[in-house]
């Protein structure tokens, strides 16, 4: 199982957290991916728990995040993963054009404890060739400070959309 650390924005700060590191399987029709983020979690936000739904900006608060993209198209897909329970699927053409999907229900676990909070989810993918893979995440500390962590960031401003964000591969389910 395929596993990285995500790094934090250089623009950005985050007194509470040790780091975030994410674990990735793929299966046939899935991946189930695990984000392990430690430190003190008592000064990270977390969203209290909802029932499983779309949910509206998930991006602004404590939300882990998953981009998927066929190796060599130009399309891609977002998953918002909220500890709340609630997530957000996206269908892009290209780099931010596209909208929400409501066809792929990913299942998300969360457990937490005053030094690390796992977001577990699986999320249906119905492909069979190599994908190209962005993990990211937007921690909320308590104060309200936001701080932006990814596998990959491009220069500039954070931007899990952009191409350079898409870092890790994945290889084609044989069956």
Same mark, same amino acid.
Request: glycine share 6%.
């Given at each position: 199982? =395929?596993?990285?650390?995500?790094e /934090?924005? =250089?623009?950005?700060?985050c007194?509470? %957290?040790r780091? @975030?590191? +994410?674990?990735?399987? *793929?299966?046939?029709? $899935?991946?189930? +991916? ?8 008592? /000064? +990270? *936000?977390i969203?209290? =728990?909802?029932?499983? $739904? @779309? ?6 608060h404590? &939300? &882990?995040?998953?981009? #998927?993209? /066929?190796?060599? !198209?130009?399309g ?13 699927a996206?269908?892009?053409? *290209? ?9 792929e229900?990913?299942?998300?676990? #969360? ?7 796992e %977001?577990?989810?699986?999320?249906p993918?119905?492909?069979s060739?190599?994908? /190209? @893979?962005?993990?990211?995440? #937007? ?7 936001l ?5 990959k ?13 898409? !870092? ?8």
């Open positions: 199982m =395929p596993s990285a650390a995500l /934090r924005h =250089p623009a950005t700060s007194a509470a %957290l780091g @975030i590191e +994410v674990s990735i399987n *793929r299966k046939p029709g $899935r991946v189930h +991916v695990t984000y392990l983020v430690e430190g003190e979690i008592d /000064r +990270v *936000r969203p209290p =728990p909802r029932p499983p $739904r @779309i949910g509206e900006r998930l991006w602004q404590t &939300c &882990c995040e998953l981009f #998927v993209a /066929r190796e060599g !198209a130009s891609y897909r977002e998953f918002n993963l909220s500890p709340s329970g609630e997530w957000a996206y269908s892009f053409k *290209r780099y931010r054009d596209g909208g929400l999907l409501t066809d229900v990913p299942q998300i676990e #969360v457990r937490h404890d005053p030094r690390r909070l %977001l577990s989810a699986l999320i993918i119905q492909a060739e190599k994908l /190209r @893979i962005g993990l990211s995440a #937007v921690i909320e500390e308590v104060d309200g400070t701080s932006y962590w990814a596998l960031h491009a220069a500039g401003k954070p931007d899990f959309h952009h191409p350079d964000a898409f !870092a890790m591969e994945l290889d084609e389910v044989r069956h």
